[in-house]
């Protein structure tokens, strides 16, 4: 079983529509989850970053973490054309040695 | 722009060669990361530096080596290079340790034909 795991998608939907993106985690250990956004041919950036069940809002985007589920969602509101990218879940436990684990990433196109 | 400067942009190259990818991390921080990035594996960190020493080290094949200069920044160099190792090579910094903010640079896209 993969570290995290994370749907490719492709998934499109219009303008203006709640996107859910989700990952799923193995390790129970992992203690820090974060979301990076890729646009195409950039490098990812830094979206959100949470360290503890529940919820944390920023403008239009939340990110949850259930960690009893072992379950981290990125859920965006009002979705706009800006926000076609893709979206990558990374984890971490707070371990010297060891480095953020990426999920393979969501492709998503927001059409107007 | 995060601030983290990577070159060359392309490289395009041979199997069975050797490639130096360069990163220069943003002003102040000290950690450096590399990481490749493919189709079918995602985005896979390879390494970490931290002040000038190696701090993690993750599915790295024992062709490819880094280290990171007095001056911080870094190389990535990739030998007997395979097909396979065509793919998007991504450079990050960050302060120190792995939950900081990653600032990760545009990338270099190796191409070995």
């Known amino acids: 079983q993969k570290e995290v795991e994370q749907d490719p998608g492709p998934l499109s939907v219009p303008e203006g529509a709640i996107v859910s993106l989700n990952c799923t985690y193995s390790?129970?250990?992992?203690?820090?989850f974060m979301w990076y956004r890729q646009y195409s041919r950039k490098g990812p950036e830094l979206l959100m970053y949470?360290?503890?069940?529940g919820n944390k809002e920023d403008g239009r985007f939340t990110a949850q973490v259930d960690k009893s589920s072992k379950y981290i969602s990125l859920f965006i509101r009002d979705s706009q054309p800006s926000d076609s990218a893709t979206y990558l879940c990374?984890?971490?436990?707070?371990?010297?040695?060891?480095?953020?684990?990426f999920g393979k990433g969501t492709t998503l196109s927001v059409s107007s | 722009d995060s601030g983290v400067t990577q070159t060359p942009k392309h490289l395009i190259t041979a199997t069975g060669q050797r490639v130096t990818l360069r990163c220069s991390p943003r002003?102040?921080?000290?950690?450096v990361y590399w990481y490749q990035q493919s189709l079918d594996q995602g985005l896979q960190f390879l390494i970490q530096?931290?002040?000038?020493?190696?701090?993690a080290k993750g599915n790295i094949l024992e062709r490819f080596s880094a280290q990171q200069f007095p001056d911080l920044h870094s190389e990535l160099n990739l030998s007997s290079l395979e097909l396979g190792d065509s793919a998007l090579y991504f450079c990050?910094?960050?302060?120190?340790?792995?939950?900081?903010?990653?600032?990760f640079g545009p990338g270099t896209r190796l191409t070995v034909l």
């Open positions: 990050a910094s960050s302060v120190g340790t792995p939950q900081d903010t990653q600032y």
């Open positions: 390790n129970s250990a992992f203690q820090y």
């Open positions: 949470t360290y503890s069940s």
């Open positions: 990374a984890i971490w436990r707070n371990q010297a040695g060891t480095a953020l684990i």
């Open positions: 002003s102040g921080d000290l950690s």
């Open positions: 530096y931290y002040n000038g020493e190696e701090r």
